[in-house]
Structure formats: structure tokens, C-alpha cells
């Protein structure tokens, strides 16, 4: 399975946007809509496109709020549409440390904050930081199923699992984290973080980041029967790695894919680091298999 980069990456962020990073993107109304990272202005925002390439003026959903004591600074969002509302997930991090937020819209552009982080640190290996939110709804189960990160602030450490039934109270899995780095892996020895899990019929499978250490990243990806337990890695990894002399050439973070049954291809969104500025672009895999 080989993934291809897109020529014209980067497709979002530039000297004059700045940065932006952490891409999670939502299918709605015959368009897609990219909901990520920007740096700049510690806050999240939003973009549309109706091909994937081109993208519209970002704007801003949800801005920094100094007051909460624990929001200074805003990024690493997911965003699930249900019940005719945005639930947005989302990364508050200040004073050293992170939390996870939890707000909702009407109209996925304006969005409410509700009340006090929804996840905090807690356990011995969450260290000061929970951050990095992916999050589905189980119609059969009818729970919200999160997968998130914890650990260092700058980089977590591992991967962690919760249910809720309201989206706002949530229950850690008992054996958490339920996905660490394997250190036998030279491409992430150092640890893993911030996922995408996907249901497929045969199983959810994981696109995460592997590290090789604190600064050199990598795509990679791995399947789960259940969502939690029995990971497999792929054999292909990891799928996407830094180009030397491009805009990825240190690092690639933060994977998010869909299939493509038009083009019946994969499109897997990243955020590539190039020193310290970081931009997103994608890479293509023809075919609809998984592997």
C-alpha cells in the first residue's frame, strides 16, 4: 500500500496564514469541512472546500478564554454531527498542562463551551496532560467512544480510551492506555499519540503518530477488533513520512483519513513540520482496501 503526497502540499497555512495543524475534517451539506489548529491565534477554526484542495478564508469557532484557568490556549479539536448539533471536542491547555473541552453549535461555526473541562488528567501515566480528542458515536451501543492522548504537554505519551452517553461525563477504561509505543519499532520508540479510529466491517482501524523521538514523526497505522484491545500494526509502516527538503521534512503529525468512493481512493490529511513552521497538506492511496 503506498501513499502518494500531493504536489501542491501544503494546501492550508502559509508565512502569511501561519500556522496551522492538528486537521479534522467533517463531510456536510456536499462539502467538506476542515476543522483545525491555528496557532497564531491560539484558537480553532474552520475552512471549506468542495475538492479537498482549495480551501476558503479560515474563521475562527472558538477563541481562548483566560478566565477558565485552563484555556489559554486552544487546539487539537474533533467535531461529530448528531441530533441536528455540532459536538465538538477539544484541547484547552495552559499553565502546563491540558484538558479536554467539550462545546456545541447549531450551525458548526459558532459554537457554546459547556462549563468545566469534560476530561482532565488524572491517572499516574496522564502525567499533567489529556488532549487530543477523536471521537464516535456507537448508535448500537449508544455511547460516545473517545480515544485521546496523555502525557507530556508537548507531546503525549500514549493512548487512551472513554465512554459517555452525554458527551460531558466520561468513563476511563480500567486497563487505559490502551495503545503504547512499541519500543522494538524504530519509527515510534520514543512514543505514540493523537488518532483517527475508524469502523470499518472488519474492525476499527487506527491512524496514529509514531515517533521516533521527540522531534521526527511518522503516519502509521494499526487494527483493533473492538476499538480497544488486540491491536495489530500494519505492515506497511509507517505509511507517511518527512520528505527531506520539503515542507514536511521534520515531521508528520496528525493523520486524518476518508475513503473517497468517487475517486475510490484514501485521503489521508497531516500537518508537516518544517522547523518550527507547520502547515497541512495530504497524501492519496488508490483503492478502497486497508492494509
Known amino acids: 500500500m503506498s501513499w502518494v503526497k500531493y504536489a501542491g ?5 502559509s508565512e502569511t496564514l501561519g500556522v496551522c495543524f492538528d486537521v479534522f475534517l467533517l463531510k ?9 489548529s491555528w496557532r497564531d491565534k491560539k484558537s480553532l477554526a474552520v475552512s471549506v472546500s468542495v475538492d479537498g484542495v482549495h ?29 441536528h448539533t455540532y459536538h465538538m471536542w477539544y484541547t484547552g491547555q495552559a499553565r502546563g498542562g491540558s484538558c479536554i473541552g ?44 473517545m480515544w485521546y492522548c496523555g502525557g507530556e504537554t508537548y507531546e503525549p505519551d500514549a493512548i487512551g480510551y472513554a465512554v459517555s452517553s452525554d458527551g460531558i461525563r466520561w468513563v476511563k477504561h480500567p486497563a487505559n492506555p490502551v495503545f503504547t509505543a512499541d519500543i522494538g519499532l524504530w519509527y515510534e520508540k520514543d ?29 502509521c497505522l494499526a487494527r483493533s477488533p473492538d476499538g480497544v484491545t488486540r491491536w495489530e500494526r500494519s505492515i506497511n509502516n509507517p505509511l507517511v513520512s518527512p520528505t527531506p527538503g520539503e515542507w514536511d521534512e521534520d515531521a508528520c503529525y496528525k493523520p486524518f483519513a476518508f ?27 488508490a483503492g478502497s482496501v486497508l492494509k
Request: proline share 4%; with cysteine.
Open 191 to 219: 512514543r505514540v499519540g493523537a488518532c483517527q479510529v475508524i469502523a470499518l466491517d472488519n474492525g476499527y482501524w487506527m491512524f496514529y503518530i509514531g515517533y521516533e523521538d521527540i522531534d521526527t514523526a511518522r503516519i
Open 102 to 145: 467539550y462545546a456545541t453549535s447549531t450551525d458548526g461555526f459558532h459554537f457554546v463551551r459547556h462549563g468545566d473541562p469534560a476530561l482532565i488528567p488524572e491517572r499516574f501515566w496522564e502525567k499533567r496532560s489529556v488532549m487530543n480528542p477523536h471521537v464516535l458515536y456507537d448508535e448500537t451501543l449508544g455511547q460516545y467512544r
Open 55 to 83: 480551501w476558503s478564508t479560515p474563521r475562527i469557532v472558538l477563541e481562548p478564554l483566560l478566565s477558565s484557568g485552563w484555556e489559554d490556549d486552544l487546539n487539537r479539536n474533533c467535531v461529530v454531527f448528531r441530533d
Open 9 to 13: 502540499n501544503p494546501v492550508l497555512g
Open 259 to 285: 475513503y473517497d468512493e468517487g475517486a475510490n481512493e484514501w485521503r489521508l490529511y497531516y500537518n508537516g513540520r518544517r522547523r518550527n513552521r507547520e502547515y497541512i497538506g495530504f497524501a492519496s492511496n
Open 28 to 36: 456536510s451539506d456536499g462539502e467538506l469541512r476542515m476543522y483545525f
